[in-house]
């Protein structure tokens, strides 16, 4: 409000309160200067939306994403993905260990080319292939080449 007082219209600010029966409650505020006809500043306007559950739906979601994360980096069986074109988008603390290489380090590369021994590398890229068909594969065994 103090912005657009000066003249700077603030869009889109989230504003967290206490109610009097001491219930949090969000605001999503807009404030606009307000001017008279000479053009100088005489107040704001401001309008208010009342988007308290979608915020705690928001960080229900989020805190339930955090922990899911939490759950995948701290498993004690290797967890790794891949996106459409094969490359790396998951890869867990217990992936790290076993191959020597970092999340950082496998990100964004391509699991097959890079990860998985010269010998395996046709039959994986089989089996990936028809996972990101629809079509899964259970206890399929693979061989990654480790850094060291």
Partial sequence: MNKALTGVETSNYELEFETKS?????????ATTRRDAANNIVGVVGVAQDVTEATKHDRSVAAAAHELR?????????IFGIDVHGNV???????????????VEAM???LVKTFIVDKLRQSVHVV??????GLETS???LEFRTKT
Avoid: C, H, M
Wanted: hydrophobic share 30%; proline share 4%; charged share 30%.
């Fill in 22 to 30: 001491k219930e949090t409650r969000y605001l999503l505020v807009n």
């Fill in 70 to 78: 939490q759950l995948v980096d701290t498993a004690n069986a290797p």
């Fill in 89 to 103: 988008n998951e890869w867990n603390n217990k992936t790290a260990e076993i191959t020597g290489f970092s999340k």
């Fill in 108 to 110: 964004d590369k391509p």
């Fill in 128 to 133: 990936l292939d028809e996972a990101l068909k």
């Fill in 139 to 141: 206890n399929y065994e």
